[in-house]
């Protein structure tokens, strides 16, 4: 029997296929620790194999590296929403929402699935327990003289509900946060508010659009972001009068519309469009952004031993010209939009990503010695940050850092 030859045209397609298969794998080291705007955090380092204590990688932490950084992670899913779209006029993504007038809500996503369904009144044993998690912070910073704000965020839909679809359930009046905030009013001496209130009644005073209509639909746009700033900065002014607020007449304020893209703006959704506020600053930023998440403030070992996590978001800014220490533990409504406004009012401000392991709160900003700690968070994340091991961590013993510098003497 003669032996059937492979067909130049078989054997190419065979390399083709063996070439699409391993090229995810080949480029899976290519570019690890990047930002991921669709999760909203940075990428899984490769973990150590063998851990300081002995210990070894756990498959999770493997599994995570790979999902994190396997080639074409985020062109194929954007290739599959430009086509469908292009061919159909139909937003291939469960994470959106056409609402109403032209705007689009975050929506069903793998993170947060519960998104279409009304929030229920939450449990007196829930509100409690987060409650005194929040509650053993705030006495933490209390017994140190240091004021501790808890603030609450509400989503696109929270300040617009009359633009939601009318195809879901709409959110009943009360959010969970805003349950929650109302339970630690009630019960504790925590300093906690929500802004949904305030901001709905800016929008409705101002008449403009305090979140993006499309793109980025998950945040407030630069606009809403300033009137988020100065809401934090009267609670602030509460412990100090005397605290610098910047004006909005310090700064150039300008506005367009423009079509809206996705987050990398490689490509145009048709007939749907986002008013841009952008607010220069007129006199210039004085402040230094000395640390950010790659540019380790403290040898990989110490931040392992305080339990941070790796990947985590955090940020420094310093300003010779001013006075004072901002810390915040919050998620990119802050890092992305505000912190070049809170660096011209304080000498420090540090963030640090809410996912954050919380047993870091305690032997950094010991190392910090911060004048105030702000703690934010925002609907969608709700049940999401870790706060339910806040009072054993405040209340446990907490490993001490070795070194009492969280930067280099600057020379």
């Not at 993504?93 to 689009?104: P, V, W, Y």
């Not at 802004?195 to 008449?207: F, Q, V």
Request: a negative charge.
């Amino acid at each position: 029997m003669k032996k059937k030859r492979i067909e130049t045209g078989q054997l190419i397609l065979i390399l083709i296929f063996l070439t699409v298969i391993a090229l995810p794998a080949i480029l899976l080291f290519n570019d690890t620790g990047r930002y991921l705007p669709g999760d909203n955090r940075m990428a899984a380092s490769f973990p150590k194999l063998v851990k300081p204590d002995g210990t070894l990688a756990t498959r999770t932490e493997i599994e995570g590296f790979v999902d994190d950084n396997i080639g074409f992670r985020t062109a194929a899913p954007k290739i599959d929403t430009r086509v469908t779209y292009s061919l159909f006029g139909i937003i291939l993504d469960t994470a959106q929402l056409r609402g109403k007038d032209g705007n689009l809500f975050a929506g069903d996503d793998r993170r947060f699935p519960e998104r279409r369904a009304p929030y229920p009144p939450l449990a007196e044993e829930e509100l409690a327990e987060n409650g005194r998690n929040i509650e053993a912070a705030a006495d933490y910073f209390d017994s140190k003289g240091v004021p501790f704000l808890f603030i609450t965020i509400p989503d696109k839909e929270g300040v617009y509900p009359e633009l939601y679809p009318d195809t879901f359930v709409k959110r009943p009046g009360q959010t969970r946060l805003s349950q929650q905030v109302e339970w630690l009013r009630a019960n504790t001496g925590v300093d906690a508010w929500d802004m949904a209130e305030a901001l709905r009644e800016k929008s409705s005073e101002t008449g403009g659009m305090l979140w993006y209509e499309t793109k980025d639909n998950a945040h407030w746009n630069n606009m809403g972001a300033w009137y988020g700033y100065l809401e934090i900065m009267d609670r602030l002014k509460a412990y100090d009068p005397d605290l610098k607020t910047l004006s909005l007449s310090d700064f150039e304020v300008s506005v367009e519309t423009v079509p809206y893209t996705n987050w990398d703006e490689e490509y145009v959704f048709r007939g749907l469009y986002n008013t841009v506020y952008t607010l220069d600053y007129k006199p210039g930023y004085s402040a230094d952004h000395i640390g950010n998440s790659k540019d380790p403030w403290m040898p990989q070992d110490q931040l392992d031993i305080a339990g941070f996590q790796k990947g985590g978001i955090f940020f420094h800014y310093h300003n010779e010209n001013q006075e004072g220490t901002l810390v915040f533990f919050g998620d990119s409504y802050i890092y992305q939009f505000l912190l070049p406004y809170f660096s011209e009012c304080f000498a420090d401000v540090y963030l640090f990503h809410l996912p954050t392991n919380y047993r870091v709160m305690r032997p950094v900003l010991d190392m910090i010695g911060p004048d105030y700690v702000v703690l934010e968070m925002v609907e969608r994340t709700y049940g999401t940050t870790g706060i339910e091991t806040m009072a054993d961590e405040f209340a446990g013993e907490v490993p001490v850092l070795a070194s009492p510098d969280i930067y280099p003497p600057q020379g």
